[in-house]
């Protein structure tokens, strides 16, 4: 009697694992605009296929890499950093969407465990009183030592996840408009060019037409 429920009992500690995960990152991603608190489902949930939260959430680790790269060498009204910061938007937007249908997903399965389990207890109970005593004890005891080795892998998975995530780059010194020169065209010498040519141009001209 007892074998059922500890096994469900997993499948439950599991399931309420993965939705304080989900739960956490759609609170970070609503409230954050960075990818500092995100780990990669992988790590994380095992209880079966995450929605493509995973490709959303590499994808908008990608785009946030792209937006530090962009604000070392562009300012916010340039067309690449505002095609970047759409392109967040919308990750961000379909990462919430999908986030919320898993967590959705999670709470019916939590919900169907609760039932099978409900039912395993009830045949439980119908067991003499003393083998039911003891079959409490090692149910308890077996839940526990389960839930603390789970928990131990977890804290290590999520360790892996959080180290994944850590950019590698530092910045020595942030650049300023003391220590940077602009390397582009400058639209002064273009007009005093095109000026001095067309100058040269007429006068020319007149030399040829007078001489």
């Not at 785009?63 to 067309?79: P, V």
């Not at 998975?157 to 780059?169: G, R």
Request: hydrophobic share 40%.
């Amino acid at each position: 009697y007892i074998a059922p429920i500890i096994t469900l009992e997993r499948q439950k500690n599991l399931i309420q694992f993965s939705l304080k995960y989900y739960t956490y990152t759609l609170d970070y991603v609503t409230k954050n605009d960075d990818s500092k608190g995100l780990m990669i489902p992988t790590f994380i949930d095992k209880s079966g296929s995450d929605g493509g939260i995973s490709v959303n959430i590499n994808a908008l680790m990608v785009l946030y890499s792209k937006k530090l790269d962009n604000s070392m060498m562009a300012t916010e009204k340039t067309f690449n950093f505002q095609q970047n910061a759409n392109e967040i938007s919308r990750t961000k937007e379909l990462l919430v969407t999908n986030i919320k249908a898993k967590i959705e997903s999670l709470n019916f399965d939590l919900g169907q465990l609760n039932d099978q389990i409900a039912e395993e207890e009830l045949k439980l109970s119908k067991v003499p009183p003393a083998e039911r005593y003891y079959q409490s004890i090692q149910r308890k005891y077996e839940i526990s030592n389960n839930l603390y080795t789970f928990l131990l892998q977890k804290r290590s998975d999520a360790n892996i996840a959080k180290a994944a995530n850590i950019s590698k780059v530092q910045v020595l010194d942030w650049a300023t408009p003391y220590r940077v020169s602009y390397l582009g065209v400058n639209s002064g010498s273009v007009y005093s060019t095109n000026i001095l040519i067309g100058l040269a141009i007429a006068i020319g001209i007149i030399f040829l037409i007078l001489y």
